[in-house]
Each structure stands twice: as C-alpha cells, then as structure tokens.
Nanobody, 123 residues
Framework: QVQLVESGGGLVQAGGSLGLSCAASGRTFSSSAMGWFRQAPGKERVFVAGISGTGYTYYADSVKGRFSISRDNAKNTVYLQMNSLKPEDTAVYYC?????????????????WGQGTQVTVSS
C-alpha cells in the first residue's frame, strides 16, 4: 500500500520559516515527479512546487525565491523549505506523487496524495 505522510506544519509568524517533509512508503518514487500543493479555505488546491525524476525544480510565481523543494531518494522523501513566510501562505499543504517523471501543475495528474499538513502564518 502506497502512503505519503507529510510532517512539519505548524504556526509561524510572518517572515519566519518552516520545513515540510513527505515520506513515501509502499514503492520507490526515485524516478517519479513529486509535488507540493496547497489549499486555503474555500479555494482550490493549487501547485506550489515540484521536482522531476531527474531533479529539475519548478515553482509557482507566488513562492519563487522563498520556497525550495528537494528530494532524498535514499530516504524516499521530498522536502519543502519555506522562508519569508507570508499570511497568504496559510493553507493545508499536500504532498503528491505521479507515475511519470515530469512535473505537472495540475492536481488531477498526480496519482498519490498525502493527508495534508496545516501551515498557518500569523501577521
């Protein structure tokens, strides 16, 4: 059974930093694209960052320069380092994996999802 488990969310003041982790089990995702998405109350789930099977990274314009995605294939884990956080970054953050190695910004193209972790940024 494939599982993605996020951790690292919490409450932080504006300007602060948080690091999220997503540990995968049940299969290896070393050649798969992995993504982070977020969903604020009453809004759609949107792409935040992605990393391809070959290590290329992609970011939403709203987080470019502040967030950094990385992966450790030996640990089957993907990370999201979030710096200079803003109140508008407040959302539930989800980790996702797809069978292909190419990053997509569309949630429906991902096959596996974590349960989500809450990130709250206070002003």
């Amino acid at each position: 059974q494939v599982q993605l488990v996020e951790s690292g969310g919490g409450l932080v003041q504006a300007g602060g930093s948080l690091g999220l982790s997503c540990a995968a089990s049940g299969r290896t995702f070393s050649s798969s694209a992995m993504g982070w998405f977020r969903q604020a109350p009453g809004k759609e789930r949107v792409f935040v960052a992605g990393i391809s099977g070959t290590g290329y990274t992609y970011y939403a314009d709203s987080v470019k320069g502040r967030f950094s995605i990385s992966r450790d294939n030996a640990k089957n884990t993907v990370y999201l380092q979030m710096n200079s956080l803003k109140p508008e970054d407040t959302a539930v953050y989800y980790c996702a994996a797809r069978g292909l190695g190419i990053v997509s910004v569309a949630p429906y193209q991902y096959d596996y999802w974590g349960q989500g972790t809450q990130v709250t940024v206070s002003s």
